[in-house]
């Protein structure tokens, strides 16, 4: 099955427009759509793993964390790391967990596999939370952010807003592109046959097993590249970033933007994040800005129970790409 | 199909128009309101420091009702963040405040964690900061930065002279029990240098998660344990409820209980029998009864018909601070040097007594021991004159 | 003594868990649903409880109230939206449930506000016994114990020597085989569903004076109901018992001995009966 796609005029004048925003942007928003850009990272990676290879994780946001506290716990405490060095390692770190977590995760199925991220999230959340390995619930700062450090010249500050923006940007196509790719290459094939029929894979010969935790793999060390842009960007980790809540949260994303289609997850982050901001400004909704995620939850009801397949699904339409279908989903896992 | 694509670019190209567009609102409107002082108020105003965020934010505008409205001749302009007392949304909402709105003064806020946060963003940005509570050590000590004021205390503040307190009074051996993050960490460690410097011999550290307050455990650890006596840190809502629990599981009786005044500043009206007869160390007591006191506690009560407590108080204080600075300059906000110089010479004539900034911009105060009789803190004797936090590792 | 006292308080967390436990390994088993909002019934009833405490001036009356309240909000969930996800892919139930604990969150936050608020506990019951000469146990919870006890003996009851009991069991192994045989499944399930919610309701309404009414409660709890249902077996009344003890035992005991691990060896040990026995401790194979 054909992965769903955007044409390319609109993915060139999307990504110009967001190349062009911040010279009209005020600082804040530029902050913003750095932030919106590591969710749309972050989205993507658990769209590889929820919608093109049928894994549902509600445990995802364990190795954006452990990304983000390498990070913290690499950096030296006043002066900056060098980015070189530590986006590796934080990477590393988040592929070895994935890896191990994965190892033991991924022969299980539906609603075990499901549970099974959680349980393993929830226990690296309590490592962060409870043990001396981070600063417990207060969280850890970062002081100075990486630098970028090329034979000692400098070519971009991250420190500044509008080039963090722009890294992060580069990265966001980067990862877009390098998923396209993968989905279109054999190995994305093989995880769109296993979550169409993972029976008749493995009896055709695919190593189910090895392409699952391939997926999850890669899925893991995206996030963690999201996680350490997150580390960077506000300069803070903290316990919940590891939370059942933030799991959840970034399947919202997901499911928001139209699940197994890339833009779908770039659409879903930025969507969530610009909901989130008119729904909880006071010069919109003045007093019932503060309860912004009552229509956030309604939304999310709405989706799930109206329309699942997202804002994304609605843009295919649109585009006439798929025709509409009333949610009828039958299980696939047996229970 | 080419139809369909003209619509999808118009769209985008529409949708990012007019996200631009918004971002350059805020720009003719911040114009406008030039002539207002913004204030950034983040504190929190939902869960067990609920209270604590009121108090503080009556304290506050009852200092700027008082002076008319106006510092400096100029209006003030309130922003106002919830921050829930959640160190995780601490940077991007302090954010918000800077880089959104951005105010001239942050006020905030209460739990320590949350500090920190604000903390970094305010030294960022370079932002002028009045802290009416958390008392997170390294605000006026490792983090300490010019722009960074306090009008509360330091963690280590109000438990220290405690310490002393209970040696003096024969107890040897204690059990501490506070929450897990920075505050009470920071707080059991200023009781325990006091008490062991003062003869103490040792003091056994129990923990529990913030905000937890399933303490049936840890109580049936203490009665097992068997100490002299028992100090705790808690807070807010917290607070009340340990409170009940010790007086429930019969402890009260055998194990006298100790704790920083927080444990029992607005809490009486919850606990009401159980709290009865508990000392505590703080820089504020009831029944002071200076004229300062008594006039700032009867307008207090007119205007909120609650009594106030150390956090009113507190925040009362950084109303007057903020005052001092802004008609130091006539309310030119942007005259940065010389409001901090006026800042740093302040004397305020705070309800709790007159007191003095520090060389790293914490109070230099009184702590008074406290006894609760009915539903007062009554004050019993000074416990510690002038007390100045140490400071460590502050290079200001 | 006092490991004897531990060993109580123990019991009575632990029990407590299995009420709110009890609900959500009901529904999960039955209809197949996760529902992460089963927290959200936990504080639903908590909050309910009181309200009406402060305006009736009795929990003994405030009680009865939340139950009925919650009995007829979780019929009207059900139908209106829970049945709907029963035929529904696992993900889509995670995401409508964590949608409605936002919902419940902030209608929460709307009807009651934001501060933390204590229940008083009933003048009959609110004096303690003294254990040793230091230590006094608090009626109320050994108050709790008792209820906690009759009502699991009432679901053990129900469960296993009723009719209704015998279809609930039937249900579980094979809804469709049931469903021919010609139990009334959407009734059925709306009435084990409302009582799910009930179940957890209840334990949040008699828990309040003791764990206070706060934002945010629910979901402290969720994930330790979650790692119970795991343990015990989804679907297993006996399973969600002896999962409870014993979870109630681990928190007791660690809290005291090794707090900073006890969490992390709770999530191991779900995660490890998770890759080598799924079914749980009390489920056949």
């Known amino acids: 099955m054909i992965p769903i796609t955007l044409p390319r005029t609109v993915l060139i004048a999307v990504g110009l427009a967001a190349a062009l925003f911040p010279l009209i942007g005020a600082t804040f928003y530029i902050q913003l759509g750095a932030k919106i850009m590591i969710m749309a990272i972050f989205a993507l990676s658990l769209d590889l793993l929820v919608g093109h290879t049928g894994l549902v994780s509600l445990g995802h946001a364990a190795y954006f964390g452990v990304a983000a506290y390498a990070l913290a716990l690499i950096s030296p405490k006043y002066e900056a790391a060098n980015l070189w060095l530590t986006l590796p390692a934080a990477m590393v770190v988040a592929a070895l967990t994935a890896l191990i977590i994965g190892f033991f995760v ?27 390995l981070g600063g417990g619930s207060d969280g850890i700062y970062i002081y100075v952010r990486p630098e970028l450090i090329i034979a000692g010249f400098k070519p971009l500050d991250l420190e500044n807003p509008v080039q963090f923006y722009y890294f992060t940007l580069i990265l966001l196509v980067f990862v877009y592109a390098f998923l396209h790719r993968v989905l279109h290459a054999p190995f994305g094939r093989a995880l769109a046959g296993i979550r169409l029929n993972e029976q008749r894979m493995r009896s055709i010969g695919f190593s189910v097993f090895a392409y699952k935790l391939g997926a999850f793999v890669l899925a893991g060390v995206l996030a963690g590249l999201a996680g350490y842009l997150a580390a960077c960007q506000f300069g803070f980790v903290n316990p919940d970033i590891l939370a059942w809540q933030q799991s959840g949260l970034v ?28 729904f909880s400004a006071p010069a919109l909704l003045g007093a019932y800005a503060k309860h912004w995620q009552l229509g956030m939850g309604g939304l999310i009801v709405m989706i799930v129970l109206v329309f699942p397949h997202g804002i994304g699904g609605f843009l295919d339409i649109a585009l006439r790409r798929i025709s509409y279908r009333r949610p009828s989903g039958a299980r696939t896992d047996g229970t | 199909m080419k139809l369909n694509h003209n619509i999808n670019r118009r769209k985008f190209l529409t949708a990012t128009a007019l996200l631009g567009g918004s971002a350059l609102l805020p720009k003719p409107f911040a114009f406008v309101q030039a002539q207002k002082v913004r204030v950034g108020m983040m504190l929190p105003y939902t869960g067990t420091y ?7 934010t009556n304290g506050f505008k009852l200092a700027i009702a008082e002076r008319g409205g106006k510092l400096g001749g100029r209006e003030l302009e309130y922003f106002t963040v919830d921050d829930e007392a959640e160190p995780a949304k601490a940077p991007e909402n302090t954010n918000k405040l800077v880089q959104r709105d951005k105010v001239d003064v942050l006020v905030g806020t209460v739990h320590s964690g949350v500090q920190m946060g604000m903390v970094k963003i305010a030294k960022e940005n370079n932002t002028l900061m009045i802290i009416p509570n958390a008392g997170l050590d390294a605000a006026t000590g490792a983090l300490c930065s010019p722009n960074i004021f306090r009008t509360s205390f330091s963690n280590w503040q109000p438990s220290y002279p405690m310490g002393k307190v209970l040696a003096d009074r024969g107890i040897r051996n204690v059990v501490s029990l506070a929450w897990k993050y920075g505050a009470g960490e920071e707080a059991v460690a200023g009781f325990t240098e006091g008490f062991i410097k003062a003869g103490g011999k040792s003091v056994r550290g129990l923990w529990i998660p913030f905000p937890n307050v399933e303490f049936q455990a840890l109580l049936t650890e203490i009665a097992s344990i068997k100490p002299d006596a028992v100090f705790v840190f808690f807070a807010g809502g917290g607070a009340a409820k340990f409170i009940k629990d010790y007086a429930a599981a019969g402890l009260r009786k055998n194990i006298p209980l100790f704790g920083s005044g927080f444990l029992t500043d607005g809490v009486l009206d919850a606990t009401e029998e159980a709290a009865q007869g508990l000392e505590t160390t703080l820089h504020y007591a009831d029944g002071l009864n200076t004229k300062r006191d008594r006039d700032f506690r009867s307008a207090y009560y007119k205007a909120y018909t609650f009594a106030p407590d150390v956090y009113a108080v507190q925040g009362y204080d950084a109303g007057l601070l903020l005052a001092t600075g802004l008609d130091a300059v006539k309310g030119d906000i942007s005259k940065r040097k010389e409001i901090i110089a006026a800042m740093e010479k302040a004397k305020i004539d705070s309800p709790r007594g007159a007191w003095t900034m520090s060389k790293v911009h914490n109070p230099i105060q009184d702590i008074y021991l406290r006894k609760v009789i009915a539903r007062e803190n009554k004050f019993v004797s000074v416990a510690h004159k002038a007390l100045a936090d140490p400071a460590r590792g502050c290079k200001m | 003594m006092f490991y004897l006292i531990q060993l109580l308080n123990a019991v009575q967390y632990g029990l407590l868990l299995f009420l709110l436990a009890s609900g959500l390994t009901l529904i999960f088993g039955i209809m197949g649903v996760i529902n992460l909002a089963h927290g959200s019934f936990y504080m639903i009833g908590a909050y309910l409880a009181y309200w009406f405490a402060k305006l009736t001036g009795s929990l003994w009356l405030a009680i009865p109230i939340g139950i009925v309240i919650a009995f007829a909000i979780g019929l009207l969930l059900e139908t209106a939206i829970f049945s709907r996800l029963y035929k529904r892919d696992h993900l889509y139930q995670v995401l409508l449930t964590f949608g409605l604990i936002l919902i419940f969150e902030e209608l929460r936050s709307i009807l009651f506000g934001d501060e933390v608020h204590g229940v008083a506990i009933p003048a009959l019951l609110d004096y303690s016994i003294p254990l040793t000469d230091t230590l006094s146990y608090p009626v109320y919870r050994l108050f709790i114990t008792a209820v906690c006890l009759a009502v699991a003996g009432l679901l053990y009851f129900v469960i296993h020597k009723t009719r209704i009991g015998m279809m609930i069991r039937a249900g579980t192994s094979n809804r469709e085989m049931a469903a021919s045989l010609g139990v009334n499944i959407p009734l059925l399930f709306a009435l084990v569903f409302a009582v799910g919610m009930c179940l957890a309701a209840f334990a949040g309404a008699i828990a309040a004076p003791i764990s206070s009414v706060f934002p945010g409660m629910g ?5 330790i109901c979650f790692v119970v249902v795991v343990i015990g077996g989804i679907g297993s009344i006996n399973g969600a018992m002896i999962a409870s003890l014993a979870i109630g035992f681990a928190d007791t005991v660690g809290k005291v001995i090794a707090a900073e691990y006890s969490a992390i060896a709770v999530y191991l040990v779900m995660a490890l009966i998770l890759l080598w026995r799924p079914q749980g401790i009390a489920n056949k194979a």
């Open chain 2, 50 to 56: 609920a209270q604590l965020g009121t108090a503080i």
């Open chain 1, 106 to 132: 991924v022969r299980t199925a539906g609603v075990y596999f499901i549970m099974v991220t959680l349980a393993f999230a929830q226990m690296l959340y309590s490592v962060f939370h409870d043990t001396k």
């Open chain 3, 219 to 223: 979901n402290q709890i969720l994930i």
């Open chain 1, 251 to 278: 399947l919202m994303m997901v499911i928001l933007g139209g699940m197994g289609r890339l833009h779908g997850a770039v659409l879903g982050a930025f969507s969530y994040v610009l909901l989130q901001e008119i």
